[in-house]
């Protein structure tokens, strides 16, 4: 066996400065608004950036993902508590008032997600079988990851790693189908956006109600009062976030034994894992603290903070990747393609039939697809007023994301066992 040589970095003190310094970088670089960094972001997206140079130190062996702990801090601490911080800002009235189409049409991006990657796996695993495996291990658990991302983000993506165990190595070529994919995506619906009246013309949709909304915010807007923060605001917010991740934590070392000795073939559903019941206890405890006044959080930072343990999380992920193996597999592409068209024609279809206008396409598929990054970019691209129903929308994706991508991978676990 090859002996892995020692990476030149060991001490985790010191890789942690540099991932901090390298999102540093990307952050401060990506808010200028003029000059070279504008333009480069504007084809690069900075979270690429975030997963990406951490793995070129990694693939000098500059330093090593899988002689750091880091990594395992972030997904057991930053984790978890990112995922409540992010679900507890949830506001069901808001989204009762987005409409019903507005909620339709993210359903229906989640549910093209949750067929569509079972759908392109069948496709192409049937006409290429060696898909199916990736080394020794199977390609499906890689597929989930991607699940993960497409309904509710970075964090449900990390989770459905560690959930249904994918390697670095796999994970590093998902991530590759991921970004390009959702990219393109993306891009196609910036276009879309300087054509919508064709394409509400084509959808037969009613604006009538889309144009209510875009008022309503407009005031919502006008009216918005900024609060004060101070460190009072953020200690009980960090003491609430990880206080409900310590007790998801020892609760979840109780369920996962219990299923272990009394339900052993519950393996095959990771219901014998404690980290599995660690992401599915904290998100339903966000989701029942957003009913609450704790959701008054978010107006102290609750999700930014969320976001800055995620993109730690996104950093440590990336210390773990070897860039060498990225194309190794064309075909994970073709997956993707087929994965990302499925969601479009099912989104397209409800559109459709329900005459919904194009703007609660692109958020809602966005809103999925892109999470809260990217989709109030493509609402502002319809109105700069619309920009926070992306955020709405996103967040939603936040809480159904883990359970959504979870299903999708049993059904992609199932679809492997069939055509392998």
Same mark, same amino acid.
């Given at each position: 066996m090859?002996?892995?040589?020692?990476?030149?970095i060991t001490n985790?003190?010191?890789?942690?400065?540099?991932?901090?310094i390298?999102?540093a970088?990307?952050?401060?670089?990506s808010?200028?608004?003029?000059g070279?960094w504008n333009?480069?972001y504007?084809?690069?997206?900075?979270?690429?950036?975030?997963y990406?140079i951490?793995?070129?130190?990694?693939?000098?062996?500059?330093?090593s993902?899988e002689?750091?702990?880091?990594y395992?801090?972030a997904?057991?601490?930053?984790?978890?508590?990112?995922?409540?911080?992010?679900?507890?800002?949830?506001?069901?009235k808001?989204?009762?008032?987005?409409g019903?189409?507005?909620?339709?049409?993210?359903?229906?991006?989640?549910?093209?997600?949750?067929?569509?990657g079972? $759908?392109?796996?069948?496709?192409?695993?049937?006409a290429?079988?060696d898909?199916?495996h990736?080394?020794?291990e199977?390609?499906?658990?890689?597929?989930a +990851? $991607?699940?993960?991302?497409?309904?509710g983000?970075?964090?449900?993506?990390a989770?459905?790693?560690e959930?249904?165990?994918a390697?670095?190595?796999?994970?590093?070529?998902?991530i590759?189908v991921d970004?390009?994919v959702?990219n393109?995506?993306?891009?196609l619906?910036?276009?879309?956006a300087q054509?919508?009246d064709?394409?509400?013309?084509?959808l037969r949709a009613?604006n009538?109600a889309?144009?209510?909304?875009e008022?309503?915010?407009?005031?919502?807007?006008l009216?918005?009062k900024?609060t004060?923060?101070?460190?009072?605001h953020w200690?009980?917010?960090?003491?609430i976030?990880?206080?409900?991740?310590?007790v998801?934590?020892?609760?979840?070392?109780v369920?996962?034994?219990?299923?272990?000795?009394?339900y052993?073939?519950?393996?095959?559903?990771?219901?014998?894992s404690?980290?599995?019941w660690l992401?599915i206890?904290?998100?339903?405890?966000?989701?029942?603290?957003?009913f609450?006044k704790?959701?008054?959080?978010?107006?102290?930072g609750?999700?930014?903070?969320?976001?800055?343990?995620?993109?730690?999380?996104v950093?440590?992920i990336?210390?773990?990747?070897?860039l060498k193996?990225?194309?190794?597999?064309?075909?994970?592409?073709l997956?993707?393609?087929?994965w990302?068209?499925?969601?479009i024609?099912?989104?397209?279809?409800?559109a459709r039939?329900?005459r919904?206008?194009f703007?609660?396409?692109?958020?809602?598929?966005?809103a999925?697809?892109?999470?809260?990054?990217?989709?109030p970019?493509?609402?502002?691209a319809f109105s700069?007023y619309?920009?926070?129903?992306?955020?709405?929308?996103?967040?939603?994706g936040?809480?159904?994301g +883990?359970?959504?991508?979870?299903?999708?991978g049993? $059904?992609?676990?199932y679809i492997?066992?069939?055509?392998?």
């Open positions: 090859e002996q892995i040589s020692s990476p030149l985790d003190a010191v890789v942690f400065g540099i991932l901090m390298i999102l970088l990307v952050f401060y670089t808010g200028l608004k003029s070279f333009r480069f504007k084809i690069i997206p900075s979270v690429l950036l975030c990406f951490p793995a070129l130190l990694n693939t000098f062996n500059l330093i993902g002689k750091s702990s880091l395992n801090m997904s057991r601490y930053l984790l978890p508590a990112s995922l409540l911080l992010l679900t507890i800002g949830i506001d069901i808001g989204l009762r008032r987005l019903i189409k507005a909620v339709i049409m993210f359903f229906a991006g989640t549910l093209g997600v949750m067929l569509g079972p $759908i392109a796996f069948t496709i192409v695993g049937s290429f079988p898909i199916l990736f080394g020794n199977d390609t499906w658990r890689g597929l +990851t $991607i699940a993960g991302s497409w309904i983000g970075g964090a449900n993506q989770a459905m790693l959930v249904f165990g390697s670095k190595t796999l994970f590093a070529q998902m590759a970004v390009l959702a393109i995506w993306m891009g619906l910036l276009y879309g054509r919508k064709k394409i509400d013309k084509w009613d009538s889309l144009s209510q909304l008022e309503r915010m407009e005031a919502l807007h009216q918005e900024v004060n923060t101070d460190t009072r200690m009980v917010l960090l003491g976030a990880f206080g409900v991740t310590a998801s934590h020892a609760c979840a070392d369920i996962a034994p219990w299923f272990e000795v009394n052993p073939s519950s393996a095959q559903y990771s219901l014998t404690s980290f599995f992401i206890l904290v998100t339903t405890l966000g989701m029942l603290l957003s609450t704790v959701k008054r959080l978010e107006n102290y609750a999700s930014n903070i969320g976001s800055l343990f995620l993109y730690i999380l950093a440590t990336g210390m773990s990747m070897d193996a990225l194309f190794d597999n064309p075909k994970f592409f997956v993707g393609i087929i990302i068209l499925t969601h024609v099912i989104m397209l279809i409800v039939i329900i919904a206008p703007f609660f396409v692109a958020v809602g598929s966005q999925n697809i892109g999470g809260a990054a990217s989709a970019i493509v609402a502002a700069k619309l920009a926070p129903v992306g955020v709405l929308m996103a967040v939603l936040y809480a159904v +883990t359970y959504g991508a979870y299903i999708c049993l $059904i992609l676990q492997s066992y069939l055509i392998g």
